[in-house]
Nanobody
Framework: QVQLVESGGGLVQAGDSLRLSCAASGRAFSSYAMGWFRQAPGKEREFVAAITRSTVATYYADSVKGRFTISRDNAKNTVYLQMNSLKPEDTAVYYC????????????????WGPGTQVTVSS
């Protein structure tokens, strides 16, 4: 019932910043924990960040901790991923995800997925 659409991906150079957005429609956005995942060519999908329904807690993969920030605006039904100090190894398709249970968006098994947006970081 929930549709997710990512935007904001693109081609940037190492050290640049990028902000991804995920717009949700369907059920009430505030009912869901949200997460971001990414998948690079030849690699498995990887957890990036997650945020609880009321922003009580946020979670980050060690590889992005200190560089990426997840946030949400429930009034706009949107979750964001601010990515700073981008590295070539951040290159991947980034996926937005949603689930009513916070743990599901931290374990690569959420109920809903967006189609993804490409982020490419050149050296």
């Amino acid at each position: 019932q929930v549709q997710l659409v990512e935007s904001g991906g693109g081609l940037v150079q190492a050290g640049d910043s990028l902000r991804l957005s995920c717009a949700a429609s369907g059920r009430a956005f505030s009912s869901y924990a949200m997460g971001w995942f990414r998948q690079a060519p030849g690699k498995e999908r990887e957890f990036v960040a997650a945020i609880t329904r009321s922003t009580v807690a946020t979670y980050y993969a060690d590889s992005v901790k200190g560089r990426f920030t997840i946030s949400r605006d429930n009034a706009k039904n949107t979750v964001y991923l601010q990515m700073n100090s981008l590295k070539p190894e951040d290159t991947a398709v980034y996926y937005c995800a949603a689930d009513s249970l916070s743990i599901k968006v931290r374990e690569n098994n959420p109920a809903y997925w967006g189609p993804g947006t490409q982020v490419t970081v050149s050296s």
